[in-house]
């Protein structure tokens, strides 16, 4: 069935340094990709989204590219911030049937 | 622009009780959706609700029911609660045509006992 996949956390980083956190899916048709954030005492905010092959996501210095090849949607920022800890989720949407399937999540800290 | 909204905070049921969540969507949504979400996962979809009627459900089962009002407000019913019903519920909404992008209220913590 469909699927989405995401390396496991916690991720520690110090400020500033470089972030990537993987993501690939498996789905039997062509669905959006997301990004969403969730903050410590907070609800899932979207980070960013790209809805077909090739298109890239950004927001924030969040960068994601949908990689059809290789069913991935790695989530990239340069420099991260202390502000950045927060547990980020990848997602599928899938137009047809109206449903979106998360990922388990994954925690980054970053570190003053 | 007043966002989603979600109520109460927190619960705390024991098993076999019945609980009632409420959410009132983002001004000028007519799409409401409604998750699960257990400690240290993601969100699982439980069922949406577009101009008062369910639009799609997850592997939930029917203890799980849900309504929506006309003014796009709606809640969640679970029935003969059980321990792993202990979770996050969080509700989004989203305009019908623009479903991909949904916007998330704070959740209500549940747990039961």
């Known amino acids: 069935g469909d699927s989405v996949t995401q390396m496991e956390g916690p991720v520690t980083l110090s400020e500033e340094a470089f972030l990537t956190i993987n993501c690939t899916y498996t789905?039997?048709?062509?669905?959006?990709l997301f990004w969403y954030v969730q903050y410590p005492g907070e609800g899932l905010q979207l980070l960013l989204k790209?809805?077909?092959?090739?298109d890239k996501g950004s927001n924030k210095g969040f960068e994601a590219t949908y990689r059809k090849e290789t069913t991935s949607f790695h989530l990239e920022k340069g420099s991260v911030q202390v502000s950045d800890s927060a547990v980020y989720f990848c997602?599928?949407?899938?137009?047809?049937?109206?449903?979106?399937?998360f990922g388990t999540g994954t925690r980054l800290k970053v570190l003053a | 622009e007043t966002g989603v909204t979600q109520s109460p905070t927190h619960l705390i049921k024991t098993r076999g009780q019945q609980v009632t969540l409420r959410c009132s969507s983002q001004?000028?949504?007519?799409?409401v959706s409604w998750y699960q979400q257990a400690l240290g996962q993601g969100p699982q979809f439980i069922f949406q609700y577009y101009r008062e009627e369910e639009n799609g459900r997850g592997n939930f089962p029917p203890r799980f029911s849900g309504l929506q009002f006309p003014n796009y407000s709606s809640e969640l019913n679970v029935n003969a609660l059980e321990l792993d019903d202990s979770a996050l519920y969080l509700c989004?909404?989203?305009?019908?045509?623009?479903?991909?992008?949904?916007?998330f209220g704070p959740g209500t913590r549940l747990l039961v006992l």
């Open positions: 789905a039997t048709g062509y669905p959006s």
């Open positions: 989004a909404s989203s305009t019908r045509t623009g479903q991909e992008t949904q916007y």
């Open positions: 001004s000028g949504h007519n799409t």
């Open positions: 997602a599928l949407f899938f137009s047809g049937t109206y449903k979106y399937i």
């Open positions: 790209a809805t077909k092959a090739d």
